[in-house]
């Protein structure tokens, strides 16, 4: 598979990227950028929130985040969890154990009233989640 990926980029380079100049200058900028993103709690709530419109364990939500770029979680999973049980405690989530003893987690309707707030940038949502993840 390693030659074909090599095959791949040598066609790429030759063919889409033919056209594409990128100074050293600019190439420092955009990795500089990338080391400077951080995920903003109030960004990763809100995916979690939109991931639980629909039943998911913690295992899932957690691939479906590293799907959208969040890798706060990857190595402290335990995180995770508290955050989904703060969320429980607020009455923003629900859980249940299934019969196979896996845990899932969904949105109930105060979160799902939360999210469309949040969506449709009423009041000062982030304002509100800040203060919920800090206390």
């Known amino acids: 598979?390693?030659?074909r990926l090599k095959k791949l980029k040598k066609s790429m380079d030759q063919s889409a990227f033919a056209a594409l100049t990128f100074t050293e200058k600019h190439r420092?900028?955009?990795r500089e950028k990338i080391k400077k993103q951080k995920e903003k709690d109030e960004d990763?709530?809100?995916a979690v929130l939109h991931l639980l419109v629909y039943e998911k364990t913690g295992h899932?939500?957690?691939a479906f985040l590293r799907s959208r770029g969040v890798r706060r979680f990857e190595e402290n999973e335990g995180a995770l969890y508290t955050l989904l049980h703060q969320l429980e405690q607020k009455g923003w989530i629900g859980s249940a154990w299934n019969d196979s003893g896996s845990?899932?987690?969904q949105l109930k309707n105060k979160g799902k009233k939360l999210l469309q707030k949040a969506e449709a940038k009423e009041g000062n949502v982030l304002l509100?989640?800040?203060e919920m993840l800090e206390g």
């Open 1 to 3: 598979m390693e030659d």
């Open 28 to 30: 420092n900028e955009v």
């Open 44 to 46: 990763i709530l809100l």
């Open 60 to 62: 899932e939500l957690t």
């Open 103 to 105: 845990k899932h987690y």
């Open 128 to 130: 509100v989640l800040k």
